[in-house]
């Protein structure tokens, strides 16, 4: 019997009032970052208020996956678009430790302390 293949990428896309979401599970390799690269950009080209990447169900997160972080960071700064990452697990939150991405960005537990952060940016 062949071994399963790994789980594929999800990308998914939701508004909320504050931002739009991109929720992300699976392995974030080279493989895979496209798809988020993709999402994000799609997300973007509604002109959101807010962007939050959630990182929650990423098992595995390379330096592909940094990269199109570091590029959301960049891109969010350029156009004064508040940005935040959800990240609470090993793989992610270690990740952005190393290459110190987590100074650079607004990191948070969960959606609702994200949107939380966004509600006060905005009073």
Request: net charge negative; proline share 2%; hydrophobic share 50%.
């Given at each position: 019997m062949p071994d399963d293949p790994a789980p594929a990428l999800t990308v998914r896309i939701r508004t909320v009032p504050e931002a739009v979401v991109v929720a992300v599970g699976g392995d974030l390799d080279l493989g895979s970052a496209p798809a988020l690269r993709?999402?994000?950009r799609e997300a973007l080209?509604?002109?959101p208020p807010a962007l939050i990447?959630?990182?929650?169900?990423?098992?595995f997160c390379g330096s592909a996956g940094l990269q199109?972080?570091?590029?959301?960071?960049?891109t969010?700064?350029?156009?004064r678009l508040p940005f935040a990452v959800v990240a609470?697990?090993?793989?992610?939150l270690?990740?952005?430790q190393v290459t110190r991405l987590d100074e650079t960005l607004a990191l948070h537990p969960t959606v609702?302390?994200?949107?939380?952060?966004?509600?006060?940016?905005?009073?």
């Open positions: 993709a999402g994000a080209a509604g002109r990447v959630d990182l929650g169900a990423v098992t199109v972080i570091a590029e959301l960071v960049s969010a700064e350029a156009g609470d697990g090993r793989p992610v270690r990740s952005l609702e302390e994200a949107r939380a952060w966004i509600r006060e940016l905005a009073a």
